[in-house]
Nanobody
Framework: QVQLVESGGGLVQAGGSLRLSCVVS????????MGWFRQAPGKEREFVAG????????YYADSVKGRFTFSRDNAKNTAYLQMNSLKPEDTAVYYC???????????????????WGQGTQVTVSS
């Protein structure tokens, strides 16, 4: 079993930055592609970013491209989402995800993903 624990959410003003972390335990971290998804109240869950097991390939939703950076440190079993130039529309619960296939991260709004974290709230005030 794989456990994912997110941290780093909070309240920030528009234009500010946050860094989310996701610590993975239970299995070999480097075997898994990782992803971040988010869900705002009353909206569907949406893909935010994905990263391959090696970190060599990253994928972003158009809405965050150029503002968010996804990275991973396999030695620390941790994935990071650096979020800059935050906007009020980025407000949501952010979920970390892990799966052996990067395609499961980047497709179907997470419906194929095997493992999820509990979520961390990000609130961006205008």
């Amino acid at each position: 079993q794989v456990q994912l624990v997110e941290s780093g959410g909070g309240l920030v003003q528009a234009g500010g930055s946050l860094r989310l972390s996701c610590v993975v335990s239970g299995r070999t971290f480097s075997n898994y592609a990782m992803g971040w998804f988010r869900q705002a109240p009353g909206k569907e869950r949406e893909f935010v970013a994905g990263i391959s097991w090696s970190g060599g390939n990253t994928y972003y939703a158009d809405s965050v491209k150029g503002r968010f950076t996804f990275s991973r440190d396999n030695a620390k079993n941790t994935a990071y989402l650096q979020m800059n130039s935050l906007k009020p529309e980025d407000t949501a619960v952010y979920y970390c995800a892990a799966d052996s296939a990067i395609a499961h991260i980047t497709r179907a709004s997470g419906g194929l993903v095997d493992y999820w974290g509990q979520g961390t709230q990000v609130t961006v005030s205008s």
